[in-house]
């Protein structure tokens, strides 16, 4: 692969690009940009058309580069046409692990970087920590008990990051889940049992 430097005016821009490249989008890769620099060329056919990045191109200019790095790709028009769209599809079809996810911002924010530079918003990356719970420091508090007439055959918690996470569950399973539902059988209750329930002034039991 040989990158090569061109004047920022060199390159064109696809003019039937697909992808609608966006104001913020364009702001945040020109503040990775101006962090990071340049470290992936941008791609282009023969005629020095771009394939894949639009958006770093853009970027680049509103940071008044007067060069950018190039790749021109060996790759006929139909070719390059079809690498295009499937560059900027092959981008939805990854998924956040928001455990790592969350791992990689604290390793960050302890060595004092800024995580504005990551191209997640404030309210994103809080939301990310708000809403992960470790499982063994949910139950580190509730006290032990046994239910001599509750023997599931296996029991599995499930940690639901939000409402509309509870919403699309209880329509997986086919229940209703209340504000209330901590625990249920699936497919359904084997007989009635004896619910124990903490609350801070003691146990309250009740039957279902």
Not at 167 to 183: A, D, M, N, Y
């Amino acid at each position: 692969m040989k990158v090569q430097e061109w004047p920022i005016t060199k390159p064109k821009p696809y003019p039937r690009n697909p992808r609608r490249v966006t104001d913020q989008a364009v702001t945040k890769v020109a503040d990775s940009l101006r962090e990071f620099g340049f470290q992936q060329p941008l791609v282009v056919d023969k005629n020095g058309v771009i394939i894949v990045g639009h958006t770093r191109f853009l970027a680049a200019k509103k940071l008044n580069f007067k060069s950018v790095p190039v790749q021109v790709a060996d790759l006929d028009p139909v070719r390059a046409a079809a690498y295009r769209l499937a560059d900027n599809r092959t981008n939805e079809e990854t998924e956040w692990n928001n455990i790592d996810l969350t791992a990689e911002f604290e390793a960050l924010r302890k060595q004092g970087f800024d995580l504005a530079y990551t191209a997640f918003d404030e309210h994103q990356i809080d939301q990310l920590f708000a809403n992960l719970v470790n499982p063994e420091e949910a139950w580190a508090d509730m006290p032990e008990f046994q239910e001599d007439d509750l023997r599931p055959y296996r029991r599995i918690a499930i940690l639901l990051a939000d409402e509309n996470a509870v919403v699309e569950f209880g329509k997986l399973i086919g229940r209703h889940l209340s504000p209330q539902t901590k625990w249920l059988w699936y497919p359904k209750e084997p007989k009635a049992t004896t619910v124990k329930r903490y609350v801070e002034d003691g146990y309250h039991g009740t039957d279902t």
